[in-house]
């Protein structure tokens, strides 16, 4: 599946089946603050021009002292979070990089894709689409999150929403609001885009910051668009 975003169309893997007409990608649209990882080519060029661009932004009269170790520091964090979202095969990790106003936001979007395995002799598509849904939300053990649904650029949207606790073996130091959008992909009724937000607020998941991200994430997902041949 490709991605596009503001400005020119950066390359990301494929989802591109036989449909009519086919889905050969999807449209974020998002502020330049913000840059898109590909997590299945590219990813090692996207990395070293964002840490480069970072670097950049080092006060000029900074410590010498402490300039190497920051430098390393910044670039552990940053090739960590590419690292896990890699592992979860997903296809893009987008990061607000560049600082708004004064602060720097503790938000990413992780976009994935998934196929759903059909039970043995069902036709492939014969799934509801809700009841496959539910099945894809139920398959990681999230309970009390409020669900909803609805249709984006003509196709069925879950939307979920839920509070992940802190988990400092796997680097979540804090706990995050977590707003996911699971769509069904035109024309591949067994197969799922999944874009996933999560933020850590002002350093509570509940706060003003979060609610008016939460917000900002929805406005995304309702302008967003599927690329097709």
Do not use: C
Request: hydrophobic share 40%; glycine share 8%; proline share 9%.
């Amino acid at each position: 599946m490709q991605a596009e975003r503001n400005g020119p169309t950066p390359e990301a893997a494929g989802l591109v089946d036989a449909v009519d007409p086919p889905v050969t990608g999807y449209r974020l649209l998002l502020p330049a603050e913000w840059v898109q990882v590909p997590l299945r080519r590219g990813t090692e060029e996207a990395v070293r021009q964002i840490l480069d661009e970072a670097f950049t932004r080092i006060p000029a009269d900074a410590p010498m002292d402490r300039i190497g170790p920051y430098k390393r520091e910044l670039e552990r964090r940053f090739r960590a979070s590419v690292e896990g979202a890699q592992k979860g095969k997903a296809l893009d990790l987008y990061l607000p990089v560049k600082p708004l106003g004064d602060f720097n936001i503790g938000a990413s979007i992780l976009v994935t894709e998934s196929l759903v395995p059909r039970p043995s002799g069902r036709p492939r598509g014969a799934s509801e689409p809700t009841e496959t849904a539910v099945q894809l939300l139920s398959s990681d053990g999230v309970e009390d999150a409020d669900l909803s649904s609805g249709e984006i650029d003509g196709a069925l949207a879950v939307r979920r929403e839920h509070v992940a606790g802190a988990a400092p073996e796997r680097g979540a130091e804090l706990p995050s609001r977590r707003v996911e959008y699971i769509l069904s992909v035109p024309g591949d009724p067994d197969r799922w885009f999944v874009a996933a937000f999560s933020t850590v607020g002002g350093g509570d998941p509940r706060d003003e910051l979060a609610e008016v991200l939460v917000e900002w994430f929805d406005a995304v997902m309702a302008n967003f668009r599927w690329r097709r041949a």
